[in-house]
């Protein structure tokens, strides 16, 4: 079967650094996004990762490891704002999105 | 601005009583999706509209049917809901499918509550 595991919940300081883990078995790989979703909101799309390595994006970055089914979204500087829950999702063979989850990450003063 | 609509934004229906969710897009995306998302879940995908080619998730129950009249518009309808449908709806598009960089721009979601 297909799965994407990652954290349930994190919590994390105000101007504080956070990784959020994602790791992934699926039928082939076309691709990994992060989505942002506030509570009671659409997701909103953060990165795109097809290739190995880092993205930097501003104050968020994104890791993938296509070898290790691997992937880690980065953020640095917290703001209260950042509190939502962050969504993994992989573009499987089929070119279906597989989502996870989502962790929900907590910011505190 | 290019987006995602979604209306209405909360809905509220009556166990068994038909209600119909309604999406539409101004970034002349090709492909348009809808997804029921329950609370701490990942998004669930019922089916989805290549152009005007329906594609219907294996799992999606019957109770659940789309429309989309043209490439602007497409609606969720649910036939007779049940407490187990509450959920929020989400529609999104994306300008393509099968590629591998093909974004899903999502919609603000539709509430729903079943009494």
């Known amino acids: 079967g297909q799965n994407i595991d990652q954290p349930t919940e994190m919590t994390a300081t105000e101007g504080a650094i956070v990784q959020i883990n994602c790791t992934y078995q699926?039928?082939?790989?076309?691709?990994l996004f992060w989505y942002q979703q506030h509570a009671g909101e659409a997701p909103t799309f953060l990165s795109y990762?097809?290739l190995d390595g880092l993205e930097e994006k501003g104050r968020f970055s994104s890791f993938l490891s296509r070898s290790k089914g691997y992937s880690y979204l980065l953020l640095k500087e917290l703001q209260m704002k950042d509190s939502a829950s962050y969504l993994c999702?992989?573009?499987?063979?089929?070119?279906?999105?597989?989502w996870g989850a989502g962790t929900k990450l907590i910011i505190k003063p | 601005d290019a987006m995602v609509i979604q209306n209405p934004r909360y809905q509220v229906t009556q166990f068994g009583k038909p209600v119909t969710l309604s999406c539409s897009q101004t970034?002349?995306?090709?492909?348009m999706y809808w997804y029921q998302q329950k609370s701490s879940q990942a998004p669930k995908l019922l089916f989805h509209?290549?152009?005007?080619?329906?594609?219907n998730e294996a799992d999606t129950p019957d109770n659940f049917q789309s429309r989309r009249p043209n490439t602007t518009f497409c609606f969720l309808d649910i036939r007779s809901p049940g407490l187990g449908d509450a959920a929020m709806y989400l529609c999104?598009?994306?300008?393509?499918?099968?590629?591998?960089?093909?974004?899903?721009?999502f919609g603000p979601g539709t509430r729903l509550t079943v009494l």
């Open positions: 699926t039928s082939g790989f076309n691709g």
């Open positions: 970034l002349n995306h090709n492909v």
């Open positions: 999702a992989v573009i499987d063979s089929n070119y279906q999105l597989i």
């Open positions: 999104a598009t994306s300008r393509e499918q099968g590629q591998p960089s093909d974004t899903q721009y």
């Open positions: 990762n097809v």
């Open positions: 509209y290549y152009d005007k080619d329906f594609n």
